[in-house]
């Protein structure tokens, strides 16, 4: 199976090629030239597409297995199979007008490739041009069916071709983004919507993606997406409105983008879950390993991993988070003089914190962490999982007042007091606000709510549109009564001071 995955190889059945190119010819109505099916595979879609009956065709396959098996079955004199890899192959040797190519590139991403040691990857360089933090942390993962489908489309600009590929929507929906951002010019841009599972036996959100390019300075602002069921009728549409993406234009919710007066933070990255998370199993310290510890808990945290969303009050904990730093770089020396169990502990397993592969941690202090700061330490917080479909947001915030940390999937903003964070998290959990949250994040995406999606909350305009009422019915629905406890009030007295927070942000 790791050989498969070295080559994102899952292989298009004969019958969805043939149905894929039966919509092609009833959707488009396309007369291509040519055809290319790049990483072809056992070339299924290079069979199905005989029948728009192109001058010629072209699959490009680094498996010189597969190769042959094309060649021996697919038998017409059209077709020239090339035993390459697509991310050295030359795509201006077969750049014609009024290209069909199509296909279904690897489903995985470059950082799983590199996990296992795969030399089938391409040229590691930073291809959307992302700055600063981004380039080196989880934004610059990426599909290597995207980075394909990329290339293709740059390799066929301005010309009259048609890209019909199979991917996740999530690729899909970033390669609009990418194609806007490098100002390709294309006709249209469509995703029809198919059930993954039952093609590919995979749990996915995945579609066919039409582009149709085109010679002219032409670039919409919006895709059309169908489900593959009835493909004439638009199931929603996606794209910018005032240079803002959102997931469906149509959808109705009250307006509550703009800029959020909070700073949206991403908890600690360690890499190092089974030394760094510790549970208390009778009394005593246990490690990811079953081993019972000794350390001083002074730079023990309590730790809500993403999974752990599940309350809008959280207060209770099963998990702590051994941290190291109170910034990033910091020395770490302080924890071998002020900790020395602590210490003790930490270089006992010093082999597999040098085992972390990601460059963060490159020439860093040992023991080092990631995503740490001062705001980690606040004691009051409104965070939520970045995974979940449906958000809900929580108020962590632990008793003894010990900062409450949480995990690099989920996102949190600091309140000066437990009042002010209940009150956000009231207006974040709203249905007002939850009906917004979905014209902007996609929630068949892996991670529907990211950074860039939450930093879009416009406080200002909740203040204004989500009314007293519309606080006590989000109360009701949360039935927030059983989470409450001595002092932690379920009045709005800190409404006003919110308020005030806002307009001074």
């Not at 210490?343 to 592969?357: E, I, M, Q, S, T």
């Amino acid at each position: 199976m790791t050989g498969k995955r070295t080559f994102g190889d899952f292989q298009t059945p004969l019958e969805f090629t043939d149905f894929v190119c039966n919509v092609l010819k009833k959707k488009l109505d396309i007369k291509p030239v040519v055809v290319l099916e790049p990483t072809c595979g056992i070339g299924n879609f290079l069979k199905s597409s005989l029948c728009f009956d192109a001058k010629a065709y072209y699959g490009i396959e680094i498996n010189p297995y597969y190769c042959q098996r094309c060649i021996d079955e697919i038998a017409d004199s059209r077709v020239q199979i090339i035993n390459q890899n697509i991310f050295e192959y030359d795509l201006k040797k077969i750049r014609q007008d009024k290209t069909l190519i199509l296909g279904n590139p690897p489903w995985v991403t470059n950082s799983m490739l590199s996990a296992l040691d795969s030399g089938n990857v391409p040229r590691k360089y930073n291809f959307k041009g992302l700055k600063g933090i981004e380039a080196i942390t989880g934004e610059s993962n990426f599909d290597i069916c995207e980075y394909i489908i990329i290339q293709l489309i740059n390799a066929f600009r301005n010309t009259n071709s048609v890209i019909a590929m199979l991917c996740k929507t999530s690729v899909a929906r970033n390669i609009f983004k990418e194609i806007k951002r490098r100002e390709i010019s294309f006709l249209s841009f469509e995703i029809i919507e198919f059930d993954a599972k039952k093609v590919f036996t995979i749990s996915a959100a995945a579609c066919l993606l039409i582009v149709k390019l085109t010679a002219q300075n032409k670039s919409p602002e919006t895709g059309l997406a169908y489900d593959i069921s009835d493909i004439e009728k638009v199931k929603y549409t996606f794209g910018y409105r005032q240079q803002k993406f959102y997931s469906n234009l149509e959808a109705s919710a009250e307006d509550f983008d703009g800029k959020c007066c909070f700073e949206w933070r991403q908890g600690v990255k360690h890499d190092c879950a089974k030394i760094m998370e510790i549970s208390v199993v009778d009394g005593k310290f246990v490690n990811g390993l079953k081993e019972q510890i000794d350390i001083e808990k002074d730079l023990l945290f309590p730790l809500v991993k993403s999974s752990m969303f599940k309350k809008p009050i959280i207060d209770k904990f099963s998990k702590y988070v051994l941290v190291t730093q109170r910034k990033v770089k910091q020395d770490t020396q302080y924890i071998q003089e002020q900790y020395p169990l602590t210490w003790n502990y930490l270089y006992k397993h010093k082999d597999k914190f040098d085992a972390r592969k990601s460059s963060i941690y490159r020439e860093a202090p040992a023991f080092s962490m990631f995503g740490i700061g001062d705001y980690s330490y606040a004691s009051f917080k409104v965070g939520l999982s970045g995974f979940y479909k449906e958000p809900l947001f929580s108020v962590l915030h632990s008793r003894d007042n010990k900062p409450v940390m949480t995990d690099d999937t989920a996102y949190f903003v600091c309140l000066p007091t437990y009042d002010m964070a209940y009150v956000a998290m009231l207006y974040l959990n709203s249905q007002k606000m939850r009906s917004f949250l979905r014209t902007i994040a996609f929630v068949d995406a892996k991670r529907p709510y990211t950074k860039k999606v939450l930093e879009r909350i416009d406080f200002g305009k909740a203040i204004e549109k989500i009314t007293y009422m519309d606080l006590r019915e989000t109360e009701n629905q949360l039935d927030l009564e059983k989470y409450l406890t001595t002092g932690m009030l379920c009045e709005f007295a800190a409404l006003p001071e919110m308020q005030q927070q806002v307009l001074f942000n």
